[in-house]
């Protein structure tokens, strides 16, 4: 996915951005449009709004920006990006923390903090801090229904094949009853 983020003044957010690593690829001018990358491979587009485009959007634009999302961007240095922001005397809504999510059979570690672009979209800078076993090394639960006068298995809420992929050993339930 490669996000284009509309906004009020392009030099404005380029140089937002350039504080969390990034380096413009190339321009547009005409269209005021830039093209950033940052790291090995996290890029992002930037357009001036004009209301005579014909990507802008139908309904009226009011900040903040991009309600209800936020852009998890890799970085490799959380800390240096913060104190870049501070140095640029850019408010930061929260300050870096170590942070672990749950995944199937581990935990995935991050550094991050959040902070909002000059637009208002809210942009969590994140740092890899590695993988630990999940608490009491149980892989999360999943669930095989087995339907068998149809003949066909599924996944509770989802397909049999993923959760066949995704699960060691999928508790099967059949008519109510629960199996290993």
Known sequence: MLPELVVDDLEVSVAFYALLGFTIVYRRPVERFAYLRAGAGVELMLEQVDPADRLHPEVELAHPYGRGMNLSIDVVDV???????????????????????????????????????????????????????RPGGQPEPCWLVVDRRRRRARLRGGRARFALRRCQRPSVVLRGETRR
């Not at 140095?87 to 909002?116: C, F, K, N, S």
């Open 79 to 133: 800390a240096a990006v913060h104190a870049a922001l501070l140095d640029a005397a850019h408010p930061v809504r929260h300050r870096p923390q170590e942070r672990w999510y749950a995944r199937t059979h581990d935990e995935i570690g991050t550094l991050e903090m959040t902070v909002a672009d000059p637009d208002g979209y809210l942009v969590r800078p994140t740092q890899d801090i590695g993988t630990r076993p």
